[in-house]
């Protein structure tokens, strides 16, 4: 309680600093090689929210991978910013959506030269990296910002085996989740930035949106995490390459499960990937990965990161003991004897290409109502749908609602995952664009 305090002269502003937290924003600037770091205390959310309101005013173009998570899309509702989706790569075998490709950002660009930015993930949640390099060094002969979703990325400016981070490739802003892989408290992040981008403006857009009464707890763990990283990030990488190194060796022993690592590198849409992610597909088990995620926490008291239709995501840090490693893997092989089943009739497939039909601001703030989700075939949507985590949509606000994506909703909701973005907390009803008086739709 006795550091929970609030703005007074002596402990700076966070909302204009000059003193102390401008000292901090300094450090962590040198700690990640960037120009400058603000201190975020509203997640990782609003750093990639301020990103796209920086580079982008109402009506302008944005070109971005449709893979991205909610906070990006939820920015183009606020600032009326355009959506130019690239539709990721994605891997048939896993299911999940991959990165960008080279290629299909450059037809974005070259059909789009108006676009203000590119936006990129760095890595996706299960450690997939597009070739940021190329892909920075292509918009910026276009003129165009290079904004990279960094929330699971953090580690990469800390150890030369991971991944390249955007601050190094020369991106202009960041959003870097220190409370994901960095070790600060939730909902504290960075925000980073480079080259041209202005700082003060940059402030004063976060400054649209963030709370006047940042918290010292969040800020002071901000500060220490990146002392910590900064100090000992190599050590404490090293430990989380081995432990994922192993564990991945191990679960792939067992059969059935397939733990994916840099194997999938193919120099583009899968350019490089973060090996302390770790990643089981297990559908050939006959399970979904949200139902060993729920057997791994209920029956073993293993708390993962996430399972999805198809995959389980662990997040390895320098907190797990060599022994919980172990459990993980035992639990694993357990699950696999005792629950396994014929996969025939199950769904293998994350991620499915929008049809888009409206921008994400127009559809949501548009004349709009409630149907049941049975009756909403074919219509556009008006709202989010998603499981959480990951986060990334379904569908977002100005798609149009498919069969195959009510097929991919009813199926999610049967084998357990958490769905969010819908007014209607039973996810029963969905939100969408009205057509015309009385068009007919059931209500
Ligand atoms: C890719 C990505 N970007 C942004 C965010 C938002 O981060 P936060 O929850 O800190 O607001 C998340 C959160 O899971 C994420 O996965």
Redesign the pocket.
Known sequence: MGIDVNSMKPLDNLCHPVSVIKEAEVLAADAFGSKHAFFMV?????A?QAMVMSACKKGEKIIMPRN??R??INALIISGAIPVYVNPGVNKELGIPLGMSYESVKQAILENPDAKAVLV?NP??YGICSPLKKITELAHAHHMLVLV?E??GTHFYFHEELPQSAMSVGADMA?V?M??TGGSL??S?FLLINNQVKEGYVRQIINLTQTTSGSYLLMSSLDISRKNLALNGKEIFDRVIELTRYAREEINKLGGYYAFGKELVNGDTVFDFDVTKLSVHTRAIGLAGIEVYDILRDDYTIQIEFGDIGNILAIVSVGDKDFAIERLISSLSEIKRLYSKDKAGMLDHEYINPLVAMTPQEAFYTSKHSVPLENSRGKICSEFVMCY????PILAPGEYITQEILDYINYAKEKGCFLTGTEDREVARINIVTEYEGSGEEE
């Open positions: 509203n997640g990782t959310t609003s990639v991205v998570h906070s990006a993930n996706t949640y979703d929330a699971h959003a989740s409370h994901k939730t909902q992040s985590p990951p986060g990334i």
